[in-house]
């Protein structure tokens, strides 16, 4: 990262005269974006000081760090997730002087005007924005004129638009919901090559058809939703890299500006070095590969017909080639999944995934979504309450398990999840399209956005959510 050098010498030679030096970098909570920390370490050649760095960032997301990286940096984590932490946050940033300010980019608007906004109010001068343009890291200095050019920008405040017309259509309750989501996910298949034993894909369980979208009515698609889409999942339950057209599907939502495309693998996939590069030039910001065993005998437990061989060279060539044409992008990110059988290996994998050359490990919470029984239960669920996401209860007499993070949901009105085939359903647990809210490759997304159907279920779900199989099912919501 070659980040501007005038801020990081001053804070480097402050270091070495044995002077204490503080960083502040804001960055999204949301989506795996921001890692500048670990490349902070290596601009601030942190690992030849003894004395540790105090880092402020505005997102607990501690897993971006490689454990080595810990002990050279103190970290403070200021939470802002509503208006009255924002504005506790900054105050205290205006009553901190920091050495260097940085802002991690996030294609999220909402989230990147305000980080902005939040660093040129707390600490103008000396803030830098980490850009990433066409998969590299461009450091340039944010002004207020810099910060109005991009609020004003078209995409931005449509962007805006959607996400404060969603905002404002749920706290209303009204069941139409104004304007087009930001989020969207669109299962590019249901197809897979493994057989996880929790996954309804894995256990053959889908009724609704199985099978890989058309890519001409992906297009036009993309083409009706791309003027609000900040973020797109191209993957539910299915694997997406198995899409012959996969990359070609990224490199289309890029085109037309979409924010952040993120994909997650079961990188049991056979790459080559032409198709590593492909996956890197598309344009694919985030890459998740779900790996639960750091040896052979683990991983195959719940991947099963798996092959960690495969997902190493996998993640190894990816990483190689991402290097050899000094890209950032996609984000490599490790995805671990504590259970019964694997709690054990949760910090051998974390070195390992940044051994094979990952960007970042992240722990991921268990989810019972095709079968909450007792047998289930005790055969995939952690021990190590660290990791504990169900306890069993009596539903009915007969001992069930139920999740123990529970949040409101607002998916129906911010997030627009279509099936392989076109069907509109709620939320990605709907695997087999139970509530269908229409094709939007007949009816086009924005008819079925606020058609009928869909007003229907949000009119039943404000008035009483538990008459909705589904959501009465859901591992996690309120
Ligand atoms: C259903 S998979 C589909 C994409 C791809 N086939 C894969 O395995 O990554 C999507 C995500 O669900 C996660 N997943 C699978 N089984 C899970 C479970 N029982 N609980 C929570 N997440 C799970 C995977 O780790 C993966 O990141
Ligand atoms: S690899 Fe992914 S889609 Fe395939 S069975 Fe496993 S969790 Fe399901």
């Known amino acids: 990262m070659a980040v501007d050098t005038e ?15 503080s960083v502040l970098i804001l960055m999204p909570h949301y989506g795996y974006y921001g890692h500048p920390v670990p490349k902070l370490v290596e601009a601030l050649a942190l690992r030849e000081v003894p004395h540790p760095v105090d880092l402020t960032t505005t997102s607990a997301n501690q897993v ?28 205290r940033l205006r009553e901190e002087r920091y050495d260097f300010v940085c802002v991690s980019e996030t294609p999220i608007a909402v989230q990147r005007v305000f980080y902005q ?4 109010l707390a600490n103008g001068r000396r803030v830098r924005y980490l850009r990433i343009l066409r998969g590299r890291y461009t450091p340039e200095p944010l002004t207020w004129p810099g910060f109005l050019r991009d609020l004003l920008r078209p995409r931005t405040l449509r962007t805006l638009a959607a996400r404060l017309g969603n905002l404002a259509s749920r706290r209303r309750r009204s069941p139409r919901s104004l304007g087009l989501p930001s989020r969207y996910l669109i299962e590019i298949t249901n197809v897979c090559n493994l057989s996880c034993p929790l996954c309804p894909t894995g256990q053959n369980a889908i009724t609704h058809g199985q099978g890989m979208m058309d890519f001409e009515k992906y297009k036009q698609l993309i083409d009706e939703c791309a003027p609000s889409m900040e973020h ?24 037309k500006g979409v924010g952040t495309v993120q994909v ?17 030039e598309c344009g694919l910001d985030n890459i998740v590969v779900a790996c639960d065993g750091a040896d052979q005998e683990t991983y195959a437990k719940y991947r099963v017909r798996g092959r960690l061989d495969k997902l190493i060279a996998f993640v190894r060539l990816l990483s190689d080639e991402k290097r050899r044409l000094g890209r950032v992008t996609p984000q490599i990110i490790v995805r671990f999944i504590p259970m019964r059988h694997n709690e054990h290996q ?25 079968g909450r029984d007792k047998g289930n239960f005790d ?32 998916a129906a009105w911010e997030t627009f999840n279509i099936a392989w085939n076109g069907k509109a359903i709620p939320c990605c647990a709907d695997f087999d399209a139970t509530q269908n809210f229409g094709d939007v490759f007949e009816e086009g997304a924005r008819a079925v956005w606020n058609g009928p159907r869909i007003q229907a279920f949000r009119r039943q779900f404000i008035r009483d959510k538990n008459q909705i199989p589904l959501c009465r099912d859901c591992d996690n919501i309120a």
Request: aromatic share 10%; with cysteine; charged share 25%.
């Open 7 to 21: 801020p990081l010498l001053q804070i480097r030679e402050k270091i070495s005269l044995g002077q204490p030096a």
């Open 64 to 91: 971006m760090l490689d454990p080595a990286d810990l002990r050279l940096i103190r970290t403070t984590h200021l939470l802002a997730k509503s208006p009255r932490s924002w504005v506790r946050v900054l105050r």
């Open 117 to 120: 906004a939040m660093a040129l």
């Open 232 to 255: 797109l999942d191209l993957y539910n339950f299915g694997e997406p890299l198995l899409h012959p057209k996969f990359t070609e599907m990224v490199a289309h939502a890029k085109a």
């Open 264 to 280: 997650s693998t079961n990188a049991n996939i056979d790459l080559t070095p032409d198709r590593a590069r492909r996956l890197i």
């Open 346 to 370: 949760v910090e051998v994998m974390e070195r390992l995934a940044y051994e094979w050359g990952a960007d970042k490990f992240v722990r991921y919470n268990l989810s019972l979504f095709y």
């Open 379 to 410: 055969k995939f669920h952690p021990t190590n309450e660290k990791y504990k996401t169900f306890v069993l209860v009596q539903e009915n007499g007969v001992e069930v398990a139920k999740c123990v993070f529970v949040q409101r949901c607002a």
